[in-house]
């Protein structure tokens, strides 16, 4: 019912920087929490930064400094500002939502993800 949309990655040097974007759609009723991950080659997926509905955030160590997170409701939307981006941000990006459906009387919440964008940041 729900699909999400990645856009934005792609190839940079070391220092340079992305913006991502994930554009959520279908029968929604409202998202919750959304958040960004990353998974490298031989390694876990790892929570990059999410965002409540209220604003409040929260980044990984790694990235904090230089990464932002932002949403715009209007648009079901969030973002993911890349700065100083450095070799270890190479991975693939996934968009995550927390999604309530209305499925007759009631809200069905669960996770959605969609199926990532690939950041290849070169020194």
């Known amino acids: 019912q729900v699909q999400l949309v990645e856009s934005g990655g792609g190839l940079v040097q070391a220092g340079g920087s992305l913006r991502l974007s994930c554009a959520a759609s279908?029968?929604?009723?409202?998202?919750?929490?959304m958040g960004w991950y990353r998974q490298a080659p031989g390694k876990q997926r790892e929570l990059v930064a999410s965002?409540?509905?209220?604003?409040?955030?929260n980044y990984a160590d790694s990235v904090k400094g230089r990464f932002t997170i932002s949403r715009d409701n209007t648009k079901n939307t969030e973002y993911l500002q890349m700065n100083n981006l450095k070799p270890e941000d190479t991975a693939v990006y996934y968009c995550?939502?927390?999604?309530?459906?209305?499925?007759?009387?009631?809200?069905?919440?669960?996770?959605?993800w969609g199926r990532g964008t690939q950041v290849t940041v070169t020194s």
């Open positions: 995550n939502a927390e999604v309530s459906v209305p499925q007759g009387t009631v809200l069905y919440t669960d996770d959605y």
């Open positions: 279908g029968k929604i009723a409202s998202i919750n929490a």
């Open positions: 965002i409540t509905s209220g604003g409040n955030t």
